[in-house]
């Protein structure tokens, strides 16, 4: 196997819809998901690279992984649940930091999935297919299952991209606009899904020549690399 030419990972809560998101990039569906488990990758071939996608464990008993899977991370991507503020919190709380282990001029995508259970039409009152368990909130339990209202608004996404510049000390003028990386995406329909992996992929690709062009010099090639002058001396005296 060729090995990839760049790293994009995926950071956020647990139940959040990473493992989903993948699914329905990768696979095009939204099967029933198991929470990770440490991490998984997939391997993509956008245009002539070689792009390597980690899909990370929310849950916080894997935390310590997480700055080990964001080593030299070209992109990373944000994940929260539109429906579930502290989702969003947890991002700059506890996520944000295992960034430090990404590559220099690593970008970031913020990304707000579950938009499908607030656009239902009020009359269908369902959950989504069931598929989220215990994480919706936004609402008391009447006998008609409520439907979980939006607790992050897509400004609020804005704030925290601003945010993250403000922690990489990175200058707005010099990155992607904050409304081109904050996505709000649903796995369960597909909506946006295509948009924020493809426009990562777009942007990844000069960031991978970058790494690529600055590993140059620390290769050898011994070939062509003359034989170091006899001295009479040696190397021991
Ligand atoms: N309605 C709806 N449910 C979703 C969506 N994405 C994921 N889910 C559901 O949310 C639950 C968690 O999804 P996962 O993809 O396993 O979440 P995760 O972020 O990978 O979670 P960890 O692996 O524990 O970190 C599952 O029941 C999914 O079916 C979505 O866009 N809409
Ligand atoms: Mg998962």
């Known amino acids: 196997m060729r090995k990839p030419d760049g790293k994009i990972v995926l950071l956020g809560d647990m139940n959040v819809g990473k493992t989903s998101l993948l699914q329905r990039y990768m696979e095009r569906r939204f099967p029933d998901t198991v929470s990770t488990v440490g991490g998984a990758f997939y391997l993509k071939q956008w245009r002539s690279f070689n792009i390597s996608i980690w899909d990370t464990a929310g849950r916080e008993q894997f935390h310590g992984l997480g700055s080990m899977y964001c080593r030299g991370a070209a992109a990373v991507i944000l ?19 295992l960034t430090d282990t990404a590559s220099a001029d690593c970008l970031f995508a913020v990304v707000g999935n579950k938009v499908d259970l607030i656009e239902e039409a009020p009359g269908e ?10 994480q919706a909130g936004g609402g008391g339990g009447g006998s008609p299952a409520p439907r979980p209202s939006r607790q992050v608004q897509l400004e609020d ?3 925290f991209y601003k945010k993250i510049l403000k922690y990489k000390m990175l200058d707005e003028k010099d990155v992607p606009a904050a ?39 620390q290769t050898v090639d011994i070939a062509s690399t003359p034989p170091p002058a006899q001295t009479r001396s040696g190397c021991c005296s």
């Open 157 to 159: 996404a804005v704030a």
């Open 179 to 217: 409304e081109q990386m904050c996505f709000e995406t649903s796995a369960k329909t597909g909506k946006n899904v295509d948009l924020l992996f493809e426009t990562v992929f777009d942007m990844v690709v000069p960031v991978i020549l970058r790494q690529r062009a600055q590993a140059l010099p």
């Open 79 to 97: 994940t929260y649940d539109v429906n579930h503020a502290q989702s969003l919190l947890e991002l700059e709380d506890r996520f944000l930091g």
């Open 125 to 134: 009152g369902g959950q989504g297919g069931g598929h989220d368990p215990g």
